[in-house]
């Protein structure tokens, strides 16, 4: 499948924000999958990339960059950088005078995604080597917060360092699959809706699942 079949096939089922398709159709995601995989990239299915780590489903990343309502300017924390798609994705959405904080725990994987944003040429993304379950209060607040792996629970200093007015999207549940959740922050809480049930690798950190969870 060709990105403009995928593109097109969004459109008519409007699941995808026109801003986030241009976006697609755009970055070159092909720098973002293995060498041997090029020829996959825009296959509509997960792929393997390193460490045991996936970078999503163009549908799955679509549907979650959609719902984070982005515009220009925004600030956005991205936990799990993976690859770095989603946050080239988000970065050529904010434009210039936005910014993306994108948060990785795997070294190979942040050195990996700093190597594949250069090769697309996007300058507006920092990747950093932390635990993003924690947030990155450095840079905070954020209007803007995406989760990329599998949540026991939202993590309570993402909800703290996100804006009044912002967005969080994240998958909630078990290890075994979870409820796509978008959060609106206002004065006294939040508001919730659901974007469906998927299946993400879980969150690492201290804010994610247990080691023993995981074994």
Request: charged share 25%; net charge negative; aromatic share 6%.
């Amino acid at each position: 499948m060709i990105k403009e079949d995928l593109a097109n096939i969004w459109r008519e089922r409007k699941i995808a924000d026109e801003r986030v398709i241009e976006a697609f159709l755009k970055v070159p995601r092909e720098h973002f999958v293995l060498e041997e995989l090029k020829r996959e990239a825009y296959s509509d299915q997960p792929l393997p990339i390193m460490c045991g780590k996936t970078i999503s489903q163009p549908t799955t990343i679509v549907v979650m960059t959609s719902a984070l309502e982005l515009k220009k300017g925004e600030k956005v924390l991205e936990v799990g950088t993976g690859s770095g798609y989603q946050a080239a994705l988000i970065g050529s959405i904010v434009g210039e005078h936005g910014k993306v904080v994108s948060a990785e725990v795997v070294p190979e994987l942040v050195r990996f995604s700093k190597s594949n944003l250069n090769k697309a040429g996007i300058k507006n993304v920092l990747v950093i080597e932390e635990d993003g379950s924690r947030g990155y209060e450095k840079a905070a607040p954020y209007d803007k917060i995406l989760v990329t792996a599998a949540c026991p629970q939202v993590p309570e200093p993402l909800l703290a360092q996100l804006k009044t007015g912002g967005i969080l999207v994240a998958p909630v549940g078990n290890l075994q699959h979870q409820e796509m959740l978008k959060l609106r922050k206002h004065e006294r809480g939040f508001d919730k809706s659901s974007l469906g049930e998927f299946i993400f690798l879980p969150l690492v950190g201290k804010h994610g699942f247990s080691e023993e969870e995981l074994d």
